[in-house]
């Protein structure tokens, strides 16, 4: 059973406009999500994360957006460049365990 | 500054062997973890290990088994090949665990198993 879902294989976007990433997830006991960011023939790398007391975080181009109510988050990327062409995996744990659960990834594509 | 590093790169498998990805960390992090990436599947954690002395099994275990006798290695071991086991393993490391403290990556052992 996948606790923590990206339903959307690939995107495209054009460079310069707005990526959104989706991720749900089924556990309600999640408390702290993460966003890592994968190249070819490298490991993950993190970009950013939020805490469930928390609706948004933001780091420059990126920010993080949680809706509890329905389970769900979203990485939004402004402005899109060339460089974040890479497979995105969203990413939850509890407090109490040292578990952290990856979904399947979002390959993002940026378009000239 | 090596992070995470992990060895080999690339291995080829016949079904029935057994062989044992390294994995060592200079960070002085507690929390280790070992996961495999399958074509279009995502990440799955396999085992991880909090600290010294101390494994515990993740969502994919079987056919697998660890050891964590110093802080900076965290070895895993394939007793008998399988072609299910074909797949990019990642081993990564953290100072607290899950919450509030981000997964350091290794580049990643390419396993296929023949």
């Known amino acids: 059973d996948q606790q923590v879902k990206q339903n959307s294989p690939s995107l495209s976007v054009q460079e310069g406009r707005i990526s959104i990433l989706n991720c749900d997830y089924t556990?309600?006991?999640?408390?702290?999500f993460l966003w890592y960011k994968k190249y070819p023939a490298e490991g993950p790398t993190f970009l950013i994360s939020i805490s469930s007391i928390k609706d948004k975080n933001e780091d420059g181009r990126f920010t993080v957006f949680l809706n509890k109510s329905a389970k769900h988050l979203s990485l939004h990327i402004v402005p899109s460049q060339p460089g974040d062409s890479a497979v995105y995996f969203c990413a939850a744990s509890v407090l109490t365990d040292d578990k952290i659960i990856f979904g399947k990834g979002t390959r993002l594509h940026i378009l000239p | 500054n090596a992070g995470v590093t992990q060895t080999p790169k690339f291995r080829i498998l016949k079904i029935g062997q057994s062989m044992t990805l390294q994995c060592a960390q200079d960070?002085?992090?507690?929390?280790m973890y070992w996961y495999r990436q399958d074509p279009g599947m995502g990440l799955k954690l396999i085992y991880y290990?909090?600290?010294?002395?101390?494994?515990d099994k993740g969502e994919v275990p079987n056919g697998y088994n660890v050891s964590r006798s110093t802080t900076e290695d965290f070895p895993l071991r394939l007793e008998l090949a399988a072609p299910s086991q074909t797949s990019v393993y990642f081993c990564a490391s953290s100072t607290q665990g899950g919450n509030n403290s981000p997964l350091h990556f290794g580049n990643g052992t390419r396993l296929t198993v023949t």
């Open positions: 960070m002085n992090h507690n929390y």
């Open positions: 290990s909090v600290g010294a002395g101390i494994t």
């Open positions: 556990n309600s006991m999640f408390d702290y």
